[in-house]
T-cell receptor
């Protein structure tokens, strides 16, 4: 059974600081997704990481994937209040996602002025 | 392109009733997946439909069912509702089965179901 663990689950940080959210998964996969969810809203796709060593950046967010370590990171640079949200990583099993996307529990991020 | 749409957005039902939720995928997308989101269990996969066939199913009881029509629109049905079925039900669409070419899944706004 695929397990996806995110940490931390809650993070309060100040504007201007840097921080990293970690996503570990238990079974081989070469597809990892990051989503953002604002309160009461749906999921917004941030990144799709498809291969070992993949790195993608959008604004102050950068995501990377290490398939050998079964680890993805979401790095926040010089955080701003607008980035406050819950961030989910999700993994699709290699060779066919019989269980669909398996999500982590999410990291609830609060960025304070 | 219009995004994924779901109807209704909010629904209140009582225990024992049944409910049908609807999802219209992005035009051209053939895969529709359903997820349940609750504070306790988080986001859990219900099922995926592709070309009118259920291709994958999560670990949910048989009270949860779905179907997909020839225009790729999908419905999910929950029979004999229980209090624990209260959740946000999200529909997601993508062009290919199981994210076949690494495409992301695009999520709809969700249907918030409250069972009393």
């Amino acid at each position: 059974e695929l397990k996806v663990e995110q940490n931390p689950l809650f993070l309060s940080m100040q504007e201007g600081k840097n921080y990293t959210i970690y996503c570990n998964y238990s079974t081989t996969s070469d597809r990892l997704y990051w989503y953002r969810q604002d309160p009461g809203k749906s999921l917004e796709s941030l990144f799709v990481l498809l291969s070992n060593g993949a790195v993608k950046q959008e604004g102050r967010l950068m995501a990377s994937l290490d398939t050998k370590a079964r680890l993805s990171t979401l790095h926040i640079t010089a955080a701003v209040h607008d980035l406050s949200a819950t961030y989910f990583c999700a993994v699709l099993l290699s060779g066919g996602g019989a269980d669909g996307l398996t999500f982590g529990k999410g990291t609830h991020l609060i960025i304070q002025p | 392109k219009a995004g994924v749409t779901q109807t209704p957005r909010y629904l209140i039902k009582t225990r024992g009733q049944q409910v049908t939720l609807s999802c219209s995928p992005i035009s051209g997308h053939r895969s529709v997946s359903w997820y349940q989101q609750t504070p306790g269990q988080g986001l859990q996969f219900l099922f995926e439909y592709f070309s009118e066939t259920q291709r994958n199913k999560g670990n949910f009881p048989g009270r949860f069912s779905g179907r997909q029509f020839s225009n790729s629109r999908s419905e999910m049905n929950v029979s004999t509702l229980e209090l624990g079925d209260s959740a946000l039900y999200l529909c997601a669409s993508s062009p290919y089965l199981e994210g076949g070419r690494g495409e992301t899944q695009y999520f709809g706004p969700g249907t918030r179901l409250l069972v009393l």
